[in-house]
């Protein structure tokens, strides 16, 4: 069965990427653009779109060329956007690298991507320099803020004074590539997904009619832009509509809550982690966070009891979630804040012009049967391009037909609300019946002594697949067992699903958009 969107469809978007996002900035004038959370720098609009301008212009002199490949490497910042549509502009593709790459993971990815240019951020630059030199072929290494005294690398902000002419280039938004981000790599080696000026911009316009972002929101960007949840919602999304960016470069949840206070944030679009510090944390108690309308949480599974804790706690509306992947620019369903009682868990539904499939897990070539779990398939304008020099991994993503096979699985209801169970490769497999960590983990997190928690599949002694936790005690809670633990979950479950080992860790690893990294559980 084929699912489609209940919505009007939208158009194709053929615009390139800083033209979509900015080019309505002159009519926001001097509005705040972006603001530094945590210091005093802003840019208005009138500023992000000249300056952006003036950075494409020099890049162009200093000869980046249509179809380069440009390595964004750089925690949030006012410029990082300014940096980002100026590349575009000029014609590069960007890939966006982790701020805390280890030089040869930052290598790999210049050499995958074949990038020629790398714009970092001083205190990184040495990082930078150790990468250019391990990948070759790296033409100029500039930095966003001001230019290291050693004089060896420049500064976008010279540029500023640059009165080379604007590239005026012929674009083709549906073939040329805007962004390339890495995927997260949790479950297999990071590929290069290919993402088009069209398929970007036209997921930003199929997300407008749910993203409640204009002149005098103001939205706090804690997520990384590096990452295409924050690229699209923290990012371009609310620079498209005319909103204020308040801008950290990481998550710390004082520094986080005090600039909510501040900066009287209305919007927060953030990941499961932080709306479980919201919900549990004692420090949310000391800011005052009234100027808060709504949040939306998305990039991993959110559990139902733990959204409605932190709605409660903050008094506000049911958190709402949204679903996407980086290989569909990313969203795909969302669940609008006008809808009055939209059911506890769901992800939302269908975004216009998008159709989703559920196939049966033992035998994706059909469809599950109504109401049961299966692979969610996508289709839709907002799909990659495909993975960067890796045909056969884009042909077993996207079949024949188009379906995008994400790896998720998901049921619908008879509403069309889709709920997202787990990923097809996290599922434990117990005396053949199939376990999602994610239920563990959603309750795990229900108990009082337990600050985060992550579920994976194990072998025990008899070769058999068992769950197993690895969970963070709360600072209140030293004496919390691995048989509390253990009895806490057996007393909600079927005996299949129970936890039958625990590990106590310091901290959940995860990765910038808050996924668990549980490559590196297996590893321990």
């Not at 590096?226 to 699209?232: A, E, N, Q, V």
């Not at 927060?268 to 939306?296: G, M």
């Not at 049961?372 to 289709?379: N, S, V």
């Amino acid at each position: 069965m084929v699912f489609h969107s209940a919505y009007e469809p939208v158009s194709t978007l053929s615009l390139p990427i800083h033209e979509a996002v900015l080019g309505g900035a002159a009519a926001f004038g001097d509005a705040p653009a972006l603001v530094d959370g945590a210091g005093e720098l802003s840019l208005s609009y009138a500023q992000v779109d000249a300056f952006h301008r003036r950075v494409a212009a020099g890049l162009a002199e200093a000869g980046v060329r249509k179809g380069d490949v440009l390595a964004l490497h750089s925690p949030n910042t006012v410029l990082f956007p300014v940096a980002f549509y100026a590349a575009t502009r000029a014609g590069a593709s960007v890939t966006t690298v982790h701020p805390l790459a280890t030089p040869e993971e930052f290598a790999k990815q210049l050499r995958d991507s074949a990038a020629r240019w790398i714009v970092t951020v001083s205190p990184l630059l040495p990082a930078a320099r150790a990468a250019a030199e391990l990948a070759g072929g790296i033409e100029e290494i500039f930095v966003c803020d001001a230019a290291p005294e050693d004089g060896g690398t420049r500064s976008l902000q010279s540029f500023l004074g640059s009165t080379a002419p604007e590239p005026a280039l012929d674009f083709a938004p549906g073939e040329d590539v805007a962004a390339l981000p890495y995927s997260s790599g949790t479950t297999g080696v990071p590929k290069g997904v290919m993402l088009t000026h069209a398929s970007i911009a036209t997921n930003l316009a199929q997300l407008d009619p749910f993203v409640p972002m204009g002149p005098g929101d103001r939205i706090l960007a804690v997520l990384p832009f590096f990452h295409i949840y924050g690229l699209t919602a923290l990012m371009n999304a609310p620079l498209r509509k005319g909103a204020t960016v308040v801008v950290l470069p990481r998550f710390e949840l004082d520094t986080f809550l005090g600039a909510i206070q501040k900066h009287r944030i209305n919007g927060l679009y953030v990941a499961p982690p932080i709306v479980l510090a919201l919900a549990k944390h004692p420090a949310v108690a000391a800011y005052d966070l009234s100027s808060l309308e709504y949040i939306v949480s998305a990039a991993a599974p959110l559990d139902a009891a733990l959204a409605e804790a932190c709605s409660a706690r903050l008094g506000l509306p049911p958190v709402r979630q949204a679903y996407g992947m980086t290989e569909l620019s990313p969203g795909t369903h969302v669940t609008p804040l006008s809808a009055a009682n939209p059911p506890p868990g769901t992800v939302g539904r269908l975004l216009p012009s998008t159709e989703m499939r559920i196939l049966s897990l033992d035998d994706p070539s059909k469809d599950a049967a109504p109401g049961e779990d299966g692979e969610i398939a996508i289709r839709g304008p907002q799909v990659m391009k495909g993975y960067l020099g890796r045909p056969d991994a884009t042909a077993a993503m996207i079949d024949a037909d188009g379906w995008v096979h994400t790896g998720d699985i998901g049921r619908v209801d008879e509403d069309g609300w889709l709920y997202v169970v787990d990923r097809v490769k996290e599922l434990i497999k117990y005396k053949g019946f199939q376990v999602a960590p994610a239920e563990l983990e959603a309750l795990l997190l229900t108990h009082e002594g337990v600050a985060d928690a992550a579920v994976i599949g194990v072998t025990d002694a008899d070769g058999t697949e068992v769950p197993k936790a690895y969970v963070v005690r709360q600072p209140d809670a030293p004496g919390l067992t691995a048989e509390d633990v253990m009895a806490h979950v057996a007393a909600r479950v079927s005996p299949y699903k129970k936890v039958r080992a625990v590990e106590f860790i310091d901290a959940v690893p995860r990765a910038a958009s808050g996924k668990i990294l549980r490559r590196e559980l297996r590893g321990s």
